[in-house]
């Protein structure tokens, strides 16, 4: 006989959210806005490690390619990467898988919302 204990609930939503919503496959969130990308809380020191080539021209922020970040790598809803995550701004932080912001930009890149691995998932409390 298997004994199953009910989920944690913290561990639950932090799971659906870092596997329904993979950020390395979507990259959304770094095309949505060139206004984006926008320093605001960083030390001074922080944004001395961001590479030169990857901050705008008027210092307020990442450099953009249109509503791309100049730091992202790869193809937008398929594979992509930043350039500089260890380094990156306050406001990149803050953007959390399956949180406002991500679902934001998804939909404005008109990308589906992925199903939650935890659908169709026994109920915990029978």
């Given amino acids: 006989m298997r004994f199953a204990l009910p989920p944690d609930p913290a561990i639950t939503v932090s799971l659906s959210q870092s596997v329904a919503f993979d950020c390395q496959s979507c990259g959304a969130c770094c095309a949505y806005s060139a206004d984006w990308p926008r320093f605001s809380t960083e030390e001074d020191a922080q944004l001395d490690r961001i590479p030169e080539k990857f901050v705008s ?3 307020s922020g990442m450099r953009c390619e249109g509503a791309r970040c100049s ?3 790869g193809e937008v809803g398929k594979h992509t990467a930043c350039g500089i995550y260890d380094l990156r701004p306050d406001v990149c932080r803050a953007c959390m898988p399956g949180g406002d ?4 930009a998804r939909a404005a890149h008109g990308f ?3 199903i939650s691995p935890l659908v169709g998932v026994e109920d915990w409390s029978a």
């Fill in 57 to 59: 021209a008027d210092l």
């Fill in 101 to 104: 912001d991500c679902l934001m």
């Fill in 112 to 114: 589906e919302l992925p």
């Fill in 71 to 73: 730091a992202l790598t």
